[in-house]
């Protein structure tokens, strides 16, 4: 995870601890938030499990009501082989939608994996409604990224666009863009051409 999404995550999604501090109102005390739990990496799947189970066996259901570990599908092309895979939005985070209290917090805060939730020790801090809709939604969208092991120098063939059926020479990768530039002749002359990976297939 960048530093970028890092920062995003520790005081993006945070509200005003003044809000915290509100929320000892009887009022406030019952109001269902979400909260970011931090876990140890790679563990992200397992603190929803074991959290899951616990809600379970010690009723908590009415208290803490859903787990969600963020993921988007990635779309991986090695060796001209399709591979579709999970992949964490945020790796070391899992949202928790919950009522706080001793009790609730309890519950998440001693599940197997979990490090420590976003905010002081003693105040956990809620997320921002709208930032959770965002993650969710970035969760849930069709869009994919899509990785495929290209070098500069390779030769590839295009197999859609205005290029179809050109053979190109790779001289520029973007694998965060997922593009590449390659050198295609077009009626005798070299033309640089930006591609998609979803447009190429490996020789």
């Known amino acids: 995870m960048t530093e970028k999404d890092e920062n995003f995550m520790e005081e993006g999604l945070a509200e005003e601890t003044q809000e915290v501090d509100n929320a000892k109102s009887p009022e406030k005390k019952t109001q269902k938030r979400w909260y970011i739990v931090h876990t140890y990496s790679g563990y992200e799947n397992k603190v929803k499990s074991n959290l899951e189970k616990r809600i379970e066996y010690m009723n908590m259901a009415d208290k803490i009501f859903r787990v969600e570990v963020p993921q988007k599908t990635v779309t991986q092309i090695k060796g001209g082989r399709k591979q579709e895979k999970e992949e964490k939005i945020f ?17 998440v805060r001693h599940t197997a994996g979990v490090t420590k939730f976003v905010g002081s020790a003693k105040k956990p801090i809620p997320a921002k409604e709208s930032e959770i809709k965002k993650i969710i939604h ?50 005798g002359r070299e033309t640089p051409v930006e591609l998609e990976y979803k447009q190429i297939q490996k020789l």
């Open 91 to 107: 790796p070391g985070y899992v949202l928790v939608e919950m009522i706080m209290d001793e009790d609730s917090w309890y519950v």
């Open 138 to 187: 970035r969760s849930t969208a069709q869009t994919q990224k899509i990785e495929m092991d290209v070098k500069v120098g390779e030769k590839v063939r295009i197999i859609s666009g205005p290029f179809a059926e050109f053979v190109g020479d790779i001289t520029e990768v973007y694998p965060d863009k997922a593009k590449l530039r390659a050198m295609v002749s077009i009626f």
